[in-house]
């Protein structure tokens, strides 16, 4: 590639912690930086940047993703940072961080301006705050749904510049390789005894109210009445999410099915664990643009179970229409 062909891409994201729109940086520096091209990420940091340093991105310290006195410093920063490395392309991931490069944008010459490029992860409220991303040469949405959520959002304009470009997975970590007895289903059953005979059932995502766990909760109690036994992990991280595990803790208590439930923190494993589990399972109480834990358990090749609704809705739909439940039906999870 000639001087001239590589490009200086800036990524434009609130940190670099986990969470699907992370990852997508994360895996589309990799891809850029493989191409030829320079790539820096403009964030307010986290753990994911040690990766990307060792992708061959650069990480800058950006904190337009803040809601603070920070963001007014950061449109200044972004300035900077634009004219000081000649960028070519950026590719926001999130409102506020567009809202800053808006701002930005009407600092400089039109000849100075870099091609832009919005890429939505997210069903967004409706409002004018939102409909900030659809202001750029090019909008990306991951999902069909983000792309009819979008044709709603701009109330009838003209959204010909969206285009749908779906999340994928590293097809080397996430290969299809369930059904696995050995490796880390073994090493479990070794630590848990008790899960020796039961099925065992994997909800992954964050920790956080609306992700289904309580409808998890309720399947188990479901099937011990008609004497089915199952263990369930959650994994993610615990970390400031104490009080939210307390009371799951209490509700499995209170149906009797403490036993059932497991929540391991947060793991690197999971292509080991989705090969180890008999089901994943989808839950979640909102659609969400895409569920990349749905995504990687299919490529895996687990049975997936979920609502049918949102992304998670989308990818079953295509690959596994067996496990759709309608969303929030209890008897119908049950029988699934």
Same mark, same amino acid.
């Given at each position: 590639?000639?001087?001239?062909?590589?490009?200086? =891409?800036?990524?434009?994201?609130?940190?670099?912690?986990?969470?699907?729109?992370?990852?997508?940086? +994360?895996?589309?520096?990799?891809?850029?930086?493989?191409?030829?091209?320079?790539?820096?990420? &403009?964030?307010?940091?986290?753990?994911?940047?040690?990766?990307?340093? !060792?992708?061959?991105?650069?990480? =800058?310290?950006?904190?337009? &993703?803040?809601?603070? +006195?920070? $963001?007014?410093?950061?449109?200044?920063?972004?300035?900077?940072?634009?004219?000081?490395?000649?960028?070519?392309?950026?590719? =926001?991931?999130?409102?506020? @961080?567009? $809202?800053?490069?808006?701002?930005? /944008?009407?600092?400089?010459?039109?000849?100075?301006?870099?091609?832009?490029?919005?890429?939505?992860?997210?069903?967004?409220?409706?409002?004018?705050?939102?409909?900030?991303?659809?202001? !750029?040469?090019?909008?990306?949405?991951?999902?069909?749904?983000?792309?009819?959520?979008?044709?709603?959002?701009?109330? *009838?304009?003209?959204?010909?510049?969206?285009? =749908?470009?779906?999340?994928?997975?590293?097809?080397?970590? %996430?290969?299809?390789? $369930?059904?696995?007895? #050995? &490796? $880390?289903?073994?090493?479990?059953?070794?630590?848990?005894?008790?899960?020796?005979?039961?099925?065992?059932?994997?909800?992954?995502?964050? /920790?956080?109210?609306?992700?289904?766990?309580? #409808?998890?909760?309720?399947?188990?109690?479901?099937?011990?009445?008609?004497?089915?036994?199952?263990?369930?992990?959650? @994994?993610?991280?615990?970390?400031?999410?104490?009080?939210?595990?307390?009371?799951?803790?209490?509700?499995?208590?209170?149906?009797?099915?403490? #036993?059932?439930?497991?929540?391991?923190?947060?793991?690197? #494993?999971?292509?080991?664990?989705?090969?180890?589990?008999?089901?994943?399972?989808?839950?979640?109480?909102?659609?969400?643009? %895409?569920?990349?834990?749905?995504?990687?358990?299919?490529?895996?090749?687990? @049975?997936?179970? &979920?609502?049918?609704?949102? *992304?998670?809705?989308?990818?079953?739909?295509?690959? %596994?229409?067996?496990?759709?439940?309608?969303? *929030?039906?209890?008897?119908?999870? %049950?029988?699934?």
């Amino acid at each position: 590639m000639s001087q001239r062909e590589r490009m200086t =891409v800036l990524q434009l994201i609130p940190a670099m912690d986990s969470g699907g729109a992370e990852v997508c940086v +994360l895996e589309q520096s990799r891809a850029l930086v493989g191409a030829g091209h320079r790539v820096l990420v &403009g964030s307010a940091g986290g753990r994911l940047e040690s990766q990307l340093r !060792a992708a061959g991105a650069e990480a =800058v310290r950006l904190h337009c &993703g803040m809601k603070s +006195l920070h $963001w007014f410093r950061s449109i200044l920063q972004l300035r900077r940072v634009l004219l000081s490395e000649r960028v070519d392309v950026v590719d =926001v991931h999130s409102r506020l @961080p567009a $809202w800053c490069l808006w701002f930005v /944008l009407r600092l400089l010459p039109a000849r100075q301006r870099p091609l832009v490029v919005h890429t939505v992860h997210g069903l967004n409220s409706l409002g004018y705050y939102s409909r900030i991303m659809l202001r !750029a040469s090019c909008v990306v949405a991951v999902s069909e749904c983000v792309r009819e959520h979008l044709r709603v959002m701009a109330g *009838g304009q003209q959204t010909a510049g969206v285009v =749908v470009i779906y999340r994928g997975v590293d097809s080397q970590r %996430f290969s299809r390789r $369930w059904p696995q007895s #050995d &490796g $880390w289903r073994a090493e479990y059953l070794r630590e848990h005894p008790e899960a020796i005979g039961r099925f065992l059932l994997l909800l992954p995502g964050r /920790l956080s109210r609306g992700k289904g766990h309580v #409808d998890l909760i309720r399947l188990l109690a479901d099937l011990r009445a008609v004497g089915v036994e199952v263990q369930a992990l959650c @994994p993610g991280n615990r970390s400031g999410r104490e009080h939210y595990v307390s009371e799951l803790q209490s509700l499995a208590a209170a149906l009797r099915v403490s #036993d059932c439930l497991v929540f391991p923190g947060l793991r690197e #494993d999971l292509e080991s664990i989705y090969a180890g589990v008999d089901v994943v399972l989808s839950l979640s109480s909102s659609p969400e643009s %895409f569920s990349l834990t749905t995504a990687e358990a299919l490529a895996t090749g687990v @049975p997936v179970v &979920g609502y049918d609704h949102g *992304g998670a809705g989308e990818l079953l739909r295509r690959i %596994f229409s067996g496990g759709l439940v309608r969303p *929030g039906d209890r008897g119908e999870l %049950f029988e699934r």
